[in-house]
């Protein structure tokens, strides 16, 4: 089960946290279901840390990845 | 699920019984494959069926007498099929050559005499075993008998083939033996391990055998015992004569003997199923036309074509009362039997995929099943109790139930929950409970109702809005059913434990089940006491959809049609109405689940009469209108909605209408009938959004209520926590209120929020990530 940098589209690094008025950098993210925890490169504010999950990821792999970890 | 368990589950479903032709066949011809494949032109097929089962087929083909027409269900619709006929025409195909199967060498000897269907079945049964066989023949050449007495149906070469197919297991010949010699039979027996005797082709005189009644020799079938210890008999006479089938399948019994006994095994025990047999399979011959046979236009049988014809009218028996009407059975690919092995494994599994997940979930729970099975198998015990369990044991899919458990948390919360005397009145005659669907859906109507009923009945009309438990009772959570039913009855005990008016047939399924000291009756009945006048609407006859909560509630449908009928309102009955009505899709939470199947349901369910339905389920209707299908809920014909000019055009209110409706039901009933101000709206609440129809129907079909994209907005702005787009100046920001977490894209206009997007997503970003 892999969610690698693939899930990044050149378009998600332009966004900017508001809080900090930076562009969103991919960044090693722990993201967690039903207590299995895996590793992500994800677009992330490099000041505060904000994350963004895109619609494509939400409901792509992410939905898949959470349907099988149910099933377990 | 323990193993004895699943064992009752699958042995209730008869689907895998043998068909009726297969069990009345002493040698279990598949005779419904055969004509499967018969009428499919595939001969070769046809072939492959009748070398599973039949010994020596190029004979026994030819001259089979086909004791199975006498059970074969066609013969109740027409004729039965002419199974010799078909078997007849199939082995006039040239045989498929089949690699012979390695055969495994006994020491152990034994003496077949005479070369009869039966002595020749038992021949290569018992050289296929690999034991070593000699047929000792009296006559001048192997089979000479059964030659000279079949010789106008089995041409030579189609006998000469089946004899080399035998010689090929290295069974040994002994023609012109001294049967008839004094002291045969104690020599061979000296000299082998076991004798058959292929009586067929002996004189039964003169053997050891016990005699009936009549004289003549028996050796009870399926044993084929003789009188002597390790002499074994057949081609004796069938239950109606001599038989060809008969004497063959002797000849298997006799060789399965001979085998037990010299592996010490007893030649008797467990036998049920060898000869004929009672099956269970179920065929429904409703709707099935009458078909006489197929008349062979040559006498000596059928050509292909006759034949194909012939094997057509099979019925292809199968049971699949339940298939044939559940379109959840039917779309999994298989039938109860199977699905209880599926859950059953799927319960066992301790690592790996659950497969079963979705199987256990999606069924409605409607009890259909039950009521078309010959042997009332019911799914939706099954899986009730299984979901019970998964919920027990942590293994329930959270996304599984979760949509609907959240609603019914709503409705038992301060927006909704609501119990009250009737203004003015101490104490309550009576209570009316709408239910929480009949208020998200039609609020207004909820209101008429109960005004009619306060302006109607003596002695108090209480209200109470509240949420049965339904959804966790349907989700397998214990736990929040009690909760749920406690807080119901907290509520009911404080009104003085009045006797309920109800609307909704679920919750009154539910309370007769877990509350069944709660006295109720129908708001229908009251309806038609208070002779509620009606207007029949114009467009002609309804089509009457009852909801699957009714189904052994013959009383409540009669007086939906009585009271309806009564006004002047004609209906239809669709073919699956009354106690074989079919759920809407949301019972059991099957919309929740399994969304696909839940619309295709109530999509079928609508095409079932070009007519406007006509429901008295709140959520029967709405999902009727969901599908487009015209409906009206009875409740339109004694209180329309003023101003509404086509009832049963109506749109079904969306997730977070529903919502809306209850909650400003429950603030304006307390305002207007008891003085009495709504509690205030959470600060959230009053983010004002402006969603456009494309992304309200998103956000429908995402099950994202406007409550959740408000949250959002609100912490966001709260916070500042949230992403900006330069291009676009769009904000995009997330909140996780339960165990999903909900995106929103958005702009600020005017006082509120433009949604632009929504999504959602289950899987959670670990705090304490910040570079």
Redo the contacts between chains.
């Keep these: 089960m892999s969610m690698n940098t693939e899930n990044i589209r050149p378009g998600d690094l332009?966004?900017?946290?508001?809080?900090c008025g930076r562009k969103?950098e991919p960044?090693p993210?722990?993201?967690?279901?039903?207590g299995n925890?895996f590793t992500a490169e994800?677009p992330?504010c490099?000041?505060?840390?904000?994350?963004?999950?895109t619609?494509e990821?939400?409901?792509g792999k992410?939905?898949e990845?959470?349907?099988?970890l149910?099933?377990? | 699920m323990e193993q004895n368990e699943l064992r009752q589950w699958e042995s209730r479903c008869i689907e895998e019984q043998a068909p009726w032709c297969a069990a009345a066949c002493p040698l279990h011809v598949d005779a419904r494959s055969l004509c499967a494949r018969t009428a499919a032109g595939d001969w070769a097929g046809a072939w492959q069926v009748l070398l599973r089962t039949m010994p020596l087929p190029g004979v026994l083909g030819r001259i089979c007498d086909a004791p199975c027409r006498e059970r074969c269900k066609r013969g109740e619709a027409g004729e039965a099929i002419a199974i010799h006929l078909l078997e007849r025409a199939c082995v006039g195909h040239a045989r498929p050559r089949r690699k012979p199967a390695p055969v495994p060498s006994k020491p152990q000897r034994i003496m077949v005499v005479g070369s009869g269907l039966s002595g020749l079945s038992a021949a290569g049964e018992l050289a296929r075993k690999g034991y070593q066989v000699t047929v000792h023949e009296p006559g001048e050449s192997l089979a000479q008998g059964l030659r000279e007495q079949y010789a106008a149906q089995v041409p030579d070469e189609a006998l000469d083939l089946e004899l080399d197919l035998l010689l090929k297991l290295k069974i040994k010949v002994e023609t012109r033996a001294p049967v008839d010699e004094p002291g045969f039979l104690d020599r061979m027996l000296e000299s082998c391990d076991g004798v058959f005797l292929s009586l067929d082709a002996l004189d039964p005189e003169g053997w050891p055998l016990e005699r009936g009644e009549d004289g003549r020799p028996v050796a009870a079938w399926p044993v084929q015992a003789t009188a002597r210890e390790g002499v074994f008999a057949g081609g004796l006479s069938g239950p109606d004569g001599f038989s060809p089938v008969w004497a063959a399948a002797q000849g298997r019994w006799g060789a399965a003997s001979l085998d037990r006994w010299l592996q010490g095994v007893s030649p008797g025990a467990a036998r049920e199923k060898d000869g004929p047999f009672e099956t269970r399979l179920y065929i429904s011959l409703k709707g099935v036309e009458p078909l006489p046979k197929v008349q062979p236009a040559e006498p000596e049988g059928y050509d292909d074509q006759e034949a194909i014809q012939e094997a057509g009218r099979c019925l292809q028996c199968h049971c699949l009362e339940c298939v044939k009407v559940c379109p959840y059975l039917e779309s999994f690919g298989a039938y109860p039997k199977k699905y209880a092995r599926e859950i059953y494994n799927n319960q066992s599994i301790v690592m790996?995929?659950?497969?079963a997940?979705k199987l256990i979930n999606s069924c409605s729970l409607c009890g259909l099943c039950e009521t078309v099975c010959p042997e009332d198998f019911a799914m939706q015990d099954l899986c009730l109790t299984v979901r019970r369990d998964m919920v027990q044991k942590g293994k329930m899919?959270?996304?599984?139930h979760e949509f609907a458990l959240l609603d019914m948390e709503f409705s038992l919360g301060q927006e909704f929950r609501l119990a009250k005397h009737q203004p003015g009145h101490e104490a309550s005659a009576a209570l009316f409970y709408p239910g929480c669907q009949l208020a998200a859906s039609a609020p207004s109507q909820v209101r008429a109702v109960y005004g009619h009923l306060c302006a109607s009945l003596q002695g108090g009309v209480g209200l109470m809005l509240a949420c049965c438990g339904a959804p966790a009772f349907w989700a397998g959570q214990e736990a929040k059913l009690a909760s749920a039913l406690e807080a119901w009855r907290a509520g009911w005990e404080a009104l003085g434990s009045p006797p309920l008016i109800m609307a909704c047939s679920s919750c009154a399924e539910v309370f007769r089940r877990h509350l069944p000291e709660v006295e109720q009756r129908f708001l229908w009945e009251v309806l038609a006491e208070t002779g509620m006048e009606i207007k029949a609407p114009a467009n002609g006859p309804l089509a009457m959809h009852d909801p699957c909560t009714t189904r052994h509630h013959a009383d409540i449908q009669q007086t939906v049609r009585g009271v309806v009928g009564r006004a002047g309102v004609e209906l239809e009955e669709l073919r699956l109405g009354r106690e074989l009505t079919e759920c809407c899709g949301y019972g059991g939470l099957m919309s929740t689940a399994n969304p696909e199947l839940a619309q295709e349901v109530i999509t079928r369910r609508g095409g079932q009469s070009q007519r406007d339905y006509l429901a008295y389920c709140a959520v029967c209707r709405d999902r009727l209108a969901q599908v487009g299908k015209r409906a009206l809920h009875a409740l339109d014909l004694f209180f329309p909605v003023p101003g509404e000019e086509d009832p049963a055009a109506r749109p079904s209110p969306g997730w977070s209408q529903r919502r809306e409706n209850r909650a400003r039901l429950k603030a304006e009933l307390l305002r207007d009938l008891w003085g009495e101000e709504a509690p205030a709206m959470q600060a959230h609440r009053q983010v004002e959004l402006l969603i456009a129809p494309e992304v309200a129907e998103l956000m429908e079909r995402r099950r994202i209520l406007i409550e959740d994209i408000q949250k959002v907005i609100f912490e966001a702005e709260a916070q500042?926590?949230?992403?900006?787009?330069?291009?676009t100046g769009h904000?995009?920001a997330?909140f996780r209120p339960y165990k999903a977490?909900f995106?929103v894209e958005y702009t600020p206009e005017g006082e509120g929020f433009r949604v632009h997007?929504a999504?959602?997503?289950?899987?959670?970003?670990?705090v304490g990530?910040?570079?």
């Design positions: 332009e966004w900017t946290c508001c809080n969103l960044a993210v722990v993201v967690e279901y039903l925890e994800l992330r490099p000041s505060c840390g904000l994350v963004m999950i619609e990821l939400a409901l992410m939905a990845v959470e349907h099988i149910e099933d377990k | 790996g995929a659950r497969q997940n899919p959270p996304s599984a500042g926590n949230k992403l900006c787009h330069p291009q904000f995009l997330s977490v995106w997007n999504y959602a997503h289950r899987m959670k970003v670990k990530a910040k570079p």
